[in-house]
């Protein structure tokens, strides 16, 4: 688990327009939202990248970067960026396992018979200052209940407006 106010670890991650993302290197104003789904399979990580996407703007003019991250090969991450409406949202892939227990998410195997890849992490999502340290994280062992983006983008309009202090750093 990472702790508040500490260094995240580090992704760089081939993104599916031909890119590589870097989060060391981004420069957002307030924060960077990494949003970590399961993958090509789950439905529901498909309503929220299509939900973010719908309110990308939202974040963007508060001055939060985003990007959706998964373990899915390249051929997975290229199904979702064609098939899924998550408009211009950033689509990072590759993450391995071992990047992904950095983070802190779970990580679960596949199901015979399905359509999950044999090992892929469980959804969270986290807020990162500028300064590389986390401010906010949400990490699940299954898929629903995500947290709703409507309450997010609320909490960072109080944050912001506050200057709201980092939570759960006597963990």
Not at 85 to 106: I, N, Q
Not at 128 to 152: E, K
Request: charge should be negative.
């Amino acid at each position: 688990m990472i702790k508040p106010k500490t260094k995240v670890p580090n992704l760089d991650l081939e993104l599916t327009i031909d890119a590589q993302y870097d989060l060391s290197k981004q420069e957002p104003e307030n924060f960077t939202l990494v949003v970590m789904y399961r993958g090509k399979h789950c439905p529901i990580c498909k309503s929220q990248l299509e939900e973010l996407g719908s309110k990308l703007d939202k974040f963007t003019e508060r001055g939060i970067n985003t990007v959706a991250v998964s373990m899915d090969t390249k051929e997975r991450a290229m199904v979702v960026d064609r098939e899924w409406k998550t408009g211009d949202v950033p689509l990072a892939y590759g993450m391995s396992e071992e990047k992904a227990r950095e983070w802190g998410l779970y990580i679960s195997t596949g199901r015979e018979g399905s359509d999950e890849p044999d090992m892929f992490s469980e959804p969270g999502m986290f807020l990162v200052r500028p300064d590389g340290t986390l401010y906010f994280a949400s990490v699940q062992n299954a898929p629903f209940t995500r947290p709703p983006l409507d309450q997010l983008l609320q909490g960072i309009d109080y944050v912001l407006k506050n200057d709201y202090p980092v939570r759960g750093t006597a963990t």
